[in-house]
Structures are given as C-alpha cells and as structure tokens.
C-alpha cells in the first residue's frame, strides 16, 4: 500500500465542517480529494488501484482523457456549459479512475469547499471506472459559517466501464444566500451497475441541478433523493434516464419536503430498447401553506416492450398517523418529527454503512430547523 500526498494537506477546521458531508479519516478511505475554491487543494491515494489527480495534470498525463471531458456533455447545453468550454484557463476539478477488475475495498472520498465569501467556483469533475472494477464514493460540498453567499457551478462526467459497479452518496451543505447550478452526466455500461443517494437538506438561495443518465444493455441504475426546502430556498431539479440497451433497468425515487420553500422536480424515463424497465417515484410532504411542491414525472416509451412506470403524490402529514402517535403519549412536535423522519428515510441498502448514521443526523438536524 502506498500514500501520495501532492500538497500540505487539509486544516482541523476544514475536516470538521467536511465532516458533516461525510469527510473520514484518510486511513479509512482508499483516496482522499479536497477541492478549495478554485484549487485541489489536496489528494491522498492509499489503493494503487485508485488514482485521483487534478484534472488539468490528467488532460497532460493520458491523451484519451480529453475524449472523456465534453464527452457527455454538449459544450453549447447552456450559458454555464460553453462558459467552460470557452475558457482560456485550465480545468478546476478532479479526475478519478479507479482501474479494471479492481474491488476496492474502502470508499473514495472527493469534496469541495467554497471559503471566500461572495466567492464562485467552477469545478468540471470526470470519474472513470473501468471494466469489472467495483467502488464505494462519498462525495460532500459544503461552506464554512461565515460564508453566507456565492456561487458554485459544477459539471460532472461519470463513466461505469462494461460490468463496472460504483455505490455512491454525496451531500451538500451550501450557505443560505448561495446559488448553485450543477449539472450532472453518467454513462452507465453493458451490465454495470449503479446506485446513488443524495442529500439535500440545508438552506439554500437557489439551486438548479440537471441530470441525464444513459443506460447500456444489462445495466442498471438506482437513485434516491432526499430533498429539503425550508422558507427562502428555491429547488429546481430536473433529469432524464434513458434505457438505452436492451435489458436497462432503473429505479429513481425522489422524497420532497417543503417547510415554507420551493421545490420543482420534473423528471424524464425514456424506454428506448427491448425488454427495459423502469419505475419514477416523486413524493412530496407540504408542511406549511408557503412555499410550494411541483412533481412532474414523465414516461417515453421508444419499444413496444418497455415497461415504465411512475407513482407521484404530494400531501401534507396523515392527521391518522399524528394522532396515533399522539395517542401514545407523544407531544404533537415530537410526533410531527417522527413522521418526517419516516418520510425522508432513505435505503439503508443503498447507502454506505459508513455515511449511513450521519446522513440520519443531518435529517433529524434539518427537520428541527438547526442546520
């Protein structure tokens, strides 16, 4: 086993705030990437199987990376997307590969911290696993307390090689007057597999996140979200699967919480080869009567032998349910906390064990309105 470490490293105070985002000890993990601002700030690698670097140091390293920046993403998408393409400066972001056949056994860690305030990141971020190979990854974007504002702009390329299997979770603590634009592309291979959760609790001023994910023959894809929107935050999601093999399989549920904030998802199935299958779920909890709850899940069948379907609904807390509760002998506040909790409960399967009790720490602190 072998550590590389390319920097000085990451300050107390920068793991404890990574640390509600799912940071753990770099011996604990098989690599380690913490982007700052604009910089890597720091990589640690303890899995040669594993390699991290920064993005612009792998475009020089290996000629073939260039075929994969831009290569699941338009450079004309949108305004921010061309921005990045147009630009005269090197890529901010990193690069992982984990390498054929490899089993990784500890998570990969990668995270960003926005520090200056009134600052703007773009961060551009390409992953490759390779055939066979097979990971857990954590990623985490957060902001000290004194950072109230800014803008953070990423765009993601994710590549699942042919049997490839990569469980994933990330978290996102941004500040309350922060606007955040993400824009996310995955390619999943023939027979590969991917599942990933993601939390989304903290305050926020605005935040638009786009995803489309292409399925190959065999494939299969499993995302769960749990989305939070307190009074002042405003969410826009929108995203696209597209069942693209013959044999493509995914399952996408989405859990909505509005206590005064606004929540729009609008989410796409397309079925477009023999034999594939997929479910959209979009739930959403009303708390208050601010804010608001739009769940637009649609299907698009391509084959006659597709099967696609979807479960939406959007609600306020089952009086039923409270006054069982209640009929126990709980106060109604600590009734109302158990049922948002059940409600924003993701798949322990899903998850990784390692992140698994913090991420229910987070739901229990954003629901008591302490984050």
């Known amino acids: 086993m072998t550590t590389l470490h390319i920097d000085p490293g ?6 404890e705030r990574l640390a509600n985002v799912g940071y753990g000890a770099e011996g604990e993990r098989a690599g380690t990437c913490v982007v700052v601002n604009q910089d890597v700030r720091h990589i640690g690698v303890n899995d040669e199987k594993v390699e991290i670097l920064p993005l612009k140091d792998a475009l020089l390293r290996y000629d073939w990376v260039q075929d994969l920046m831009f290569g699941l993403v338009d450079p004309d998408a949108n305004a921010h997307v061309r921005e990045a393409a147009e630009s005269r400066h090197a890529p901010v972001g990193h690069f992982v590969r984990i390498r054929a056949g490899a089993k990784v056994q500890l998570p990969v ?6 520090e200056m305030p009134q600052g703007r990141q773009f961060h551009h971020n390409v992953t490759l ?12 974007s957060a902001v000290p307390k004194r950072v109230h ?18 469980r994933s979770v990330s978290i996102e603590q941004w500040g309350a007057g922060m606007e955040v634009h993400s824009y996310a592309r995955s390619h999943v291979g023939k027979g590969a597999r991917s599942t990933d959760s993601k939390v989304q609790m903290s305050p926020i001023k605005h935040h638009y996140a786009e995803s489309r994910t292409i399925i190959e023959e065999g494939g299969m894809s499993s995302d769960q979200s749990v989305i939070f929107a307190p009074a002042g935050t405003q969410r826009i999601m929108e995203s696209e699967i597209h069942l ?54 649609s299907l698009l069948a391509r084959s ?10 959007i609600g306020m807390i089952s009086q039923e349910k409270l006054a069982y509760l209640m009929s126990s002998g709980m106060s109604e506040d600590a009734a109302r906390d158990l049922i948002i909790q059940g409600f924003l409960t993701l798949k322990d399967e899903l998850l990784p ?10 739901i229990a602190a954003a629901n008591s309105g302490s984050l």
């Open 129 to 140: 696993i390779e055939k066979d190979a097979e990971v857990e990854m954590i990623s985490g």
């Open 244 to 297: 693209k093999g013959g044999g493509a399989h995914s399952e996408s549920l989405t859990r909505m919480v509005s206590a005064g904030g606004s929540i729009s998802n609008k989410a796409l199935l397309v079925g477009e080869a023999k034999a594939t299958k997929g479910f959209l779920g979009c739930n959403g909890l009303k708390l208050t009567e601010q804010g608001e709850i739009l769940s637009v899940p």
């Open 353 to 362: 064990e390692i992140v698994g009790e913090e991420v229910k720490k987070m």
């Open 304 to 313: 006659s032998e597709a099967q696609l379907s979807h479960e939406a609904s």
């Open 109 to 114: 860690q990668l995270f960003t911290l926005l």
């Open 149 to 166: 504002s800014g803008h953070h702009i990423s765009l993601s390329e994710t590549y699942l090689r042919e049997g490839a299997i990569c």
């Open 10 to 15: 990451v300050t107390a105070e920068e793991k």
